[in-house]
């Protein structure tokens, strides 16, 4: 078996540092994609070429159940939690925590944050189907270019809540985070954060309330320009 292909989109220079990191795994990268559309186009093209396996990365059954284990995880810290929001690209993470969570736990509610432009789950959920959306949004880890169809079916039967954030929502948690956490993450990985911070999302008082901080893979002069409100 040859190494695992990750196909990505390329759109910008602060990619690099994610495909390198990619590529130190042992993987092959394949960016001649334009954007996160065409990244799936061109997985088609391949799985067809080479006959690999696809793994996708949020409509797989395993992989959902593989990220449910963060539901479980956080259960076991923290097993009155009231509201558990989760940040959201193509809403593999969010499902897998719902459905655990709602399992052990099915009064509390789950929220999906998402950006207000890449809103992939909140339109999906909307309109009851799998929708395309254009990613626009600064958090190119939440850019799904359209949400899975199995997450929308589970998120809709579960009671998942949907909710939007801006880009500067955004950019505050994550300087929020960076200051006041101490935690180094991704912009994307700020989402639920900005929920709580911006008030898109508010809990009643003595609820237990936790926000999912998840993904590091920032590019360091993003970082850097984000901190200082550039």
Same mark, same amino acid.
């Given at each position: 078996?040859?190494?695992?292909?990750?196909?990505?989109?390329?759109?910008?220079?602060?990619?690099?540092?994610?495909?390198?990191?990619?590529?130190?795994?042992?993987?092959?990268?394949?960016?001649?994609?334009?954007?996160?559309?065409?990244?799936?186009?061109?997985?088609?093209?391949?799985?067809?070429?080479? %006959?690999?396996t696809l793994v996708h990365p949020f409509e797989d059954a395993a992989v959902i159940a593989g990220q449910g284990t963060v539901g479980l995880e956080i259960l076991e810290d923290a097993p009155e939690?009231?509201?558990?929001?989760?940040?959201? @690209?193509?809403?593999?993470?969010?499902?897998?925590?719902?459905?655990?969570?709602?399992?052990?736990?099915?009064?509390?509610?789950?929220?999906?944050?998402?950006?207000?432009?890449?809103?992939?789950?909140?339109?999906?959920?909307?309109?009851?189907?799998?929708?395309?959306?254009?990613?626009?949004?600064?958090?190119?880890?939440?850019?799904?270019?359209?949400? %899975?169809?199995? =997450?929308?079916?589970? =998120?809709?039967?579960? %009671?998942?809540?949907?909710?939007?954030?801006?880009?500067?929502?955004?950019?505050?948690?994550?300087?929020?985070?960076?200051?006041?956490?101490?935690?180094? =993450?991704?912009?994307?990985?700020?989402?639920?954060?900005?929920?709580?911070?911006?008030?898109?999302?508010?809990?009643?008082?003595?609820?237990?309330?936790?926000?999912?901080?998840?993904? @590091?893979?920032?590019?360091?002069?993003?970082?850097?320009?984000?901190?200082? %409100?550039?």
């Open positions: 078996m040859g190494p695992v292909l990750v196909v990505v989109p390329h759109v910008d220079p602060q990619d690099a540092l994610k495909m390198a990191a990619t590529r130190g795994y042992g993987a092959a990268v394949d960016d001649s994609a334009a954007g996160p559309a065409e990244a799936f186009e061109r997985l088609d093209e391949l799985l067809a070429e080479t %006959g690999r939690a009231d509201v558990v929001l989760v940040p959201v @690209g193509g809403g593999g993470l969010v499902t897998g925590i719902a459905v655990a969570v709602k399992a052990l736990r099915p009064g509390a509610r789950v929220v999906a944050v998402e950006p207000d432009l890449s809103p992939a789950l909140h339109d999906g959920l909307r309109a009851g189907r799998s929708v395309p959306v254009t990613p626009r949004s600064a958090a190119d880890a939440l850019s799904a270019p359209f949400a %899975g169809e199995r =997450c929308i079916a589970l =998120c809709t039967e579960l %009671g998942v809540e949907s909710t939007l954030v801006s880009e500067d929502d955004l950019a505050e948690a994550f300087r929020w985070l960076y200051a006041r956490m101490k935690l180094a =993450c991704e912009l994307g990985a700020a989402a639920a954060t900005a929920a709580l911070l911006s008030g898109k999302v508010v809990a009643e008082p003595g609820q237990t309330v936790v926000a999912v901080v998840s993904g @590091g893979n920032i590019d360091p002069r993003q970082a850097a320009a984000t901190l200082v %409100g550039r």
